[in-house]
């Protein structure tokens, strides 16, 4: 069965760290891969791509996400640092096999997703 599956989510306290993880079973990651996060009451946003070896990163989370993926293990990572209130929100991973300026990754265009795992970022 083609599915994506996310793990590593949780509720974490503001400046605390959480990883990530979302693998592919059935089928390989795509060219573009990418992290999403929904808000109540907010519409779905691309938070970190990958595609083709390089990554881009919405200006909120620059300096504190990292995005990578691991070929071999069909697995791509958030690290997640420094997280914020404002992070909270249920992440997808996503993938598809197109390729768009400035290695993005937008909703349109993946092919696939995982079915998401809750980040809380409370005290």
């Known amino acids: 069965q083609v599915q994506l599956v996310e793990s590593g989510g949780g509720l974490v306290q503001p400046g605390g760290s959480l990883r990530l993880s979302c693998t592919a079973s059935?089928?390989?990651?795509?060219?573009?891969t990418g992290w999403f996060r929904q808000a109540p009451g907010k519409e779905r946003e691309a938070v970190a791509c990958?595609?083709?070896?390089?990554?881009s990163y919405i200006e909120s989370v620059k300096d504190r996400f990292i995005i990578s993926r691991d070929n071999a293990k069909n697995t791509v990572y958030l690290q997640m640092n420094s997280l914020k209130p404002e992070d909270t929100a249920v992440y997808y991973c996503?993938?598809?096999?197109?390729?768009?300026?400035?290695?993005?990754?937008?909703?349109?265009?993946?092919?696939?997703w995982g079915k998401g795992t809750q980040v809380t970022v409370s005290s």
């Open positions: 059935a089928f390989t990651l795509d060219v573009t």
């Open positions: 996503a993938t598809g096999r197109g390729t768009y300026s400035n290695y993005a990754c937008p909703v349109y265009g993946m092919d696939y």
């Open positions: 990958t595609s083709d070896g390089h990554t």
